[in-house]
Each structure stands twice: as structure tokens, then as C-alpha cells.
T-cell receptor
Framework: TQLLEQSPQFLSIQEGENLTVYCNSS?????LQWYRQEPGEGPVLLVT?????EVKKLKRLTFQFGDARKDSSLHITAAQPGDTGLYLC??????????FGSGTKLNVKP | KAGVTQTPRYLIKTRGQQVTLSCSPI?????VSWYQQTPGQGLQFLFE???????NKGNFPGRFSGRQFSNSRSEMNVSTLELGDSALYLC??????????????FGQGTRLTVV
């Protein structure tokens, strides 16, 4: 059983569309991070959210942390082919032990 | 600043052999964590080292072990390899931010194939 559930697992959209990826848990985390991973490479940190209700923007990406710090969402506006990859959320628990969600595989078609 | 460096990038081993993977963290980072990534199980935490001591451990058998040296470099060892050990092994170097949170930066990983 995954501590962090991500949905959807797969997403295939056309360039220019908007999308939202969800990360849910029954546990409270001190912080939550989002990563993007390309095939054969390590995950790259996109953002860290810490405060319940926090919203962070990174160009066309908007990250939100739930009020209770159990869930988070990633919204991409006007997706581009360069956004293609595996998006992972990770909850920080007990120093540097991270629990990762199963990931959302995004494919943006030109 | 150089990123996290993992060597080797690719490795092919035979069942029953053992393997050692290496990770050099970002300069100044004292915490190194190891993860196993497979298509079926996703990213799973193996263990974390801080100042040469194992501080956290995941649910993996004793065949998986690690260590950290005084310069923060870390090695991971898997003995008596099984086919199911085929995976991408990722090392993450972490530091605590000014606000007290931890951020992890990953290496490119070592792709281990057991045949």
C-alpha cells in the first residue's frame, strides 16, 4: 500500500491543454515535494510546499498544499511537449526519509 | 556547484554475485539516501546515512547494506543478487533549508540488470 496516492496514473493530452495531478495521503507530512523525472534519469526537484494552504507558482506550474497538509495538487497551464515526464510527489517524514507516490506519467503531444 | 554523482551508470551482473554502487553527494551535504525504483513498486526508500551513521532504514532484506565515509561519499552493496534486484538505484543528497525543511537532490542513478 502506497502512503501517497497519485492520480491519474497516466495522462496523455494535446499541447496547449491544462491538467491537474493529485497527491493524497491519510498522513500529515512536515513538507511535500514535487519532482519530474525523465526516462533513465534521476528525479529533479520542482518545488517544496510546507504550510497548509500554501500555493506556489513556477512559470506555468501551480502547486498547492492542502490545509491539513495531507494532500497536494500540481496544475499545469497550456502544457507543452517539454512538460512530458513522470511527476512524483514525496512526503518528508522523519528527517530525510521520503515517501514517494506512484507517479503520474504525462505525455504532451505536439 | 556539482550535482550528485553516481557511478557506474549501468551495470550487468549475474544472479548470486554481489555489487557495489557509489554516490558522491553535493558538496556540503551530509545526508545521503538510497532508493530503489522499479516499474512495479515505484521509488522505495532503502536507507539514509548522516555523518557516517545509518539514521533511517527501509523495509529491505539484509542483503542490501550501505556505508558512508568521512567525506560524505556513500556506497551501497547488494549481496547474493536476485533477478528481482534489477532496478534503477538512486542516491539523494539532502540538506536542511533555513526554514528547517529538507530538500533532496537526486543523482542520475545506476541501472542494475541482474541476469
Amino acid at each position: 500500500t502506497q502512503l501517497l496516492e497519485q492520480s491519474p496514473q497516466f495522462l496523455s493530452i494535446q499541447e496547449g491543454e491544462n491538467l491537474t495531478v493529485y497527491c493524497n495521503s491519510s498522513s500529515v507530512f512536515s513538507s511535500l515535494q514535487w519532482y519530474r523525472q525523465e526516462p533513465g534519469e534521476g528525479p529533479v526537484l520542482l518545488v517544496t510546499v510546507v504550510t497548509g494552504g500554501e500555493v506556489k507558482k513556477l512559470k506555468r506550474l501551480t502547486f498547492q498544499f492542502g490545509d491539513a497538509r495531507k494532500d497536494s495538487s500540481l496544475h499545469i497551464t497550456a502544457a507543452q511537449p517539454g512538460d512530458t515526464g513522470l511527476y512524483l510527489c514525496a512526503g518528508a517524514y522523519n528527517f530525510n526519509k521520503f515517501y514517494f507516490g506512484s507517479g503520474t506519467k504525462l505525455n504532451v503531444k505536439p | 556547484k556539482a550535482g550528485v554523482t553516481q557511478t557506474p551508470r549501468y551495470l550487468i551482473k549475474t544472479r548470486g554475485q554481489q555489487v557495489t554502487l557509489s554516490c558522491s553527494p553535493i558538496s556540503g551535504h551530509r545526508s545521503v539516501s538510497w532508493y530503489q525504483q522499479t516499474p512495479g513498486q515505484g521509488l522505495q526508500f532503502l536507507f539514509e546515512y548522516f555523518s557516517e551513521t545509518q539514521r533511517n532504514k527501509g523495509n529491505f532484506p539484509g542483503r542490501f547494506s550501505g556505508r558512508q565515509f568521512s567525506n560524505s561519499r556513500s556506497e551501497m552493496n547488494v549481496s547474493t543478487l536476485e533477478l528481482g534486484d534489477s532496478a534503477l538505484y538512486l542516491c539523494a543528497s539532502s540538506f536542511r533549508t533555513d526554514s528547517g525543511n529538507t530538500e533532496a537532490f537526486f543523482g542520475q542513478g545506476t541501472r542494475l540488470t541482474v541476469v
